[in-house]
């Protein structure tokens, strides 16, 4: 049996990694991503200048899942760029590095890209368009028409393997529309869902909100959100080209839920909430329970299975 996933043209040994965000903020926490059972690694979402983010208190734990407002705290493009491209170099490094950019403004984005475009990088490029926790910054894939418009300038020029990472939709007709938009485009996969933005959790006992910024709204990820997440990954899967793959992130805590998202369609399998909670040991255990779920049904590869969902 094998969890050997192909991806675009790429090949990786299993089909986990780390949401961006969650220990991928320093070199070191990298590292220890590279060194694990992870089969693939992502950056923390960038910007051209190093940025301290929101204040703290900004993430908790939660027993279903987290919400966090980290304010996209990171220490700069350039920072990350010299990681990736020291690491590409190394040849005991298994597949490509996956690199996430979050641009404060389209104008940002486009030139995140460009730099990418102009540099060494030859891993694959997530432009994040979800961010729900800079305060007056929408997320910019709610607005279609400026998500459509920035597709059409960032295709103009950017000549590598890109993905988008989505937040979370709720209506059917926003799943078409949106699948409609991005299917003009050479996208190598589409990422879904970012956190479920701007919930609140209380604290019934001192009647408190539980995070600091913006009076305690914050994206919600974890158990909570994995229904959402699996709609979003099989929505997407159904109305999508097949040349633009799904990663599938969202209240992966154990192999069955990893069972559950490459059911949707999903080709790879982000972790964010449950990779903070456990650290990451979680790849080898979750990679474990997937391979104990499917030896117990008789699949022999994750094809046997991906995106086959029976309806009734
Ligand atoms: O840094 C954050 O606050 C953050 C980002 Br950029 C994101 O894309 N999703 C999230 O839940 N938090």
């Known amino acids: 049996m094998t969890l050997k996933t192909t991806f675009a043209h790429y090949e990786f040994s299993n089909p986990l990694m780390n949401a961006s965000g969650v220990h991928c903020m320093t070199t070191q926490e990298l590292d220890e991503l590279l060194q694990s059972q992870a089969g693939a690694v992502i950056t923390k979402s960038s910007t051209l200048e190093k940025r301290a983010g929101n204040p703290e208190p900004r993430y908790v734990d939660l027993s279903l899942g987290s919400i966090n407002s980290m304010g996209l705290p990171n220490l700069g493009f350039d920072y990350y760029l010299e990681y990736v491209l020291e690491k590409q170099k190394d040849t005991s490094i298994k597949g490509?590095?996956?690199?996430?950019?979050?641009g404060m403004s389209a104008k940002e984005n486009i030139e995140l890209l460009q730099k990418l475009q102009e540099s060494a990088f030859d891993g694959i490029t997530e432009l994040n368009l979800s961010c729900p926790n800079v305060p007056g910054k929408p997320q910019l894939a709610y607005d279609f028409e400026a998500t459509e418009a920035l597709l059409k300038e960032v295709f103009s020029f950017f000549k590598k393997p890109l993905g988008i990472k989505l937040p979370p939709y709720f209506d059917l007709v926003h799943f078409d529309t949106m699948a409609e938009i991005l299917n003009q485009f050479?996208?190598?996969?589409?990422?879904s869902v970012n956190s479920v933005g701007n919930a609140l959790f209380i604290d019934p006992d001192t009647e408190a909100v539980v995070i600091k910024p913006k009076d305690g709204f914050g994206g919600l990820g974890g158990q909570y959100i994995k229904p959402t997440a699996l709609a979003n990954v099989r929505a997407f899967y159904t109305r999508l080209k097949p040349e633009i793959k799904i990663i599938g992130t969202g209240g992966i805590v154990t192999g069955q839920d990893a069972f559950e998202h490459l059911l949707c369609g999903?080709?790879?399998?982000?972790?964010?909430?449950?990779?903070?909670q456990e650290g990451p040991a979680i790849f080898e255990r979750i990679t474990r329970e997937l391979e104990e779920i499917m030896a117990q049904k008789g699949y022999q590869s994750i094809d046997a299975f991906r995106g086959k969902l029976k309806s009734l």
């Open 96 to 102: 490509p590095l996956f690199f996430s950019v979050a």
């Open 266 to 276: 999903a080709s790879l399998l982000q972790i964010g909430t449950a990779l903070h």
């Open 186 to 191: 050479p996208l190598t996969y589409v990422n």
